[in-house]
């Protein structure tokens, strides 16, 4: 193999303040010399749930391309590889100083972002239109989570799709959702019945804070995701068809993700106009904690 440069990348950790909790997030910026398979292969060695190499955009309105990598699979768009990789585009001065808002190109399209608190760098992003997928039957999504019928609210269990498709199972709560255990082989046979491509299933009760939440995603080579920013914007979308969160204009609400697994995640969500019809923005805080280099 010819010599390629040392690869430098920096790990986050985002949705939280502090160290170690959150979803961990390996950046790399302008990866050189490298391309799609070798991209893959780096995420699969280093085994976090997603990987994104920042390379340059095309397009004048972005301030960079993000190519955002599981360890099995290439992702169109993702929450939380996007507000980490913002915060590193941001302490590495590719954000003019003073601006609060940028925009970044994914697979999806481009996706625009902001920043609420510079000292801090509570970052948003909105999401990309959502589109409706599939339902499934309670019973099917009850038992595809190891638990009873009477564990489900009378919310039919629907596929929403932001770039991430994604099925939204309602619980009754939070207690359930920690009981869920995801049954790999149902799934099999639950995607073969609806005919449903490789998604995550996202499970979760109502709080007053809003919703307490967990994702598997075997699909992607992930078991369980500690915060899924792609699911988050129709996980709002969701709750409000099903009356479970207000719709109104301005309404923010959090949904907590990842404490089962001892990676606590706070997603911030911020509905734009009655029913999110002027957009769902996600945002969230991030934490710094390695910065490395890689050698191939």
């Known amino acids: 193999m010819s010599q390629l440069p040392v690869l430098r990348y920096q790990v986050v950790d985002v949705f939280t303040r502090n160290a170690l909790e959150g979803n961990a997030l390996a950046v790399f910026i302008e990866p050189h010399g490298i391309g799609t398979e070798t991209m893959q292969k780096i995420a699969a060695e280093l085994n976090l749930c997603e990987t994104v190499f920042v390379t340059r955009s095309q397009r004048p309105d972005c301030i960079a391309r993000l190519r955002i990598f599981t360890p099995r699979r290439e992702m169109d768009f993702a929450g939380?590889?996007?507000?980490?990789?913002?915060?590193?585009?941001?302490?590495?001065?590719?954000?003019?100083?003073g601006e609060t808002s940028f925009a970044v190109e994914e697979n999806v399209g481009v996706i625009p972002l902001a920043i609420e608190k510079p000292d801090q760098y509570l970052i948003w992003l909105r999401t990309p239109p959502i589109r409706d997928g599939a339902t499934v039957s309670g019973a099917d999504a009850a038992a595809l989570v190891g638990l009873g019928d009477e564990a489900l609210r009378e919310c039919a269990p629907q596929v929403l799709n932001a770039g991430n498709p994604t099925l939204f199972v309602a619980?009754?709560?939070?207690?359930?959702?920690?009981?869920?255990?995801?049954?790999?082989?149902?799934?099999?046979?639950?995607r073969e019945k609806y005919r449903l491509e490789p998604m995550c299933v996202f499970v979760f009760a109502p709080?007053?804070?809003?919703?307490y939440s967990r994702m598997f995603a075997p699909d992607y080579g992930v078991?369980?995701?500690?915060?899924?920013?792609?699911?988050?914007?129709?996980?709002?979308?969701?709750?409000?068809?099903?009356?479970?969160?207000?719709?109104?204009?301005?309404?923010?609400?959090?949904?907590?993700?990842?404490?089962r697994m001892g990676r606590r995640s706070l997603l911030h969500v911020h509905l734009h106009g009655d029913q999110g019809s002027e957009g769902i923005d996600v945002g969230g805080f991030v934490t710094p904690i390695i910065q490395g280099e890689l050698r191939l």
């Open 80 to 97: 939380h590889p996007t507000i980490g990789s913002g915060f590193v585009l941001l302490q590495a001065g590719y954000v003019p100083e």
């Open 171 to 190: 619980l009754r709560e939070p207690s359930d959702v920690d009981r869920a255990v995801f049954d790999s082989a149902r799934w099999t046979a639950l």
């Open 207 to 211: 709080t007053p804070a809003g919703a």
């Open 223 to 259: 078991p369980e995701d500690p915060a899924t920013g792609s699911s988050t914007g129709p996980l709002a979308s969701y709750m409000m068809r099903h009356g479970l969160v207000s719709p109104k204009a301005g309404t923010r609400f959090v949904s907590e993700q990842g404490t």
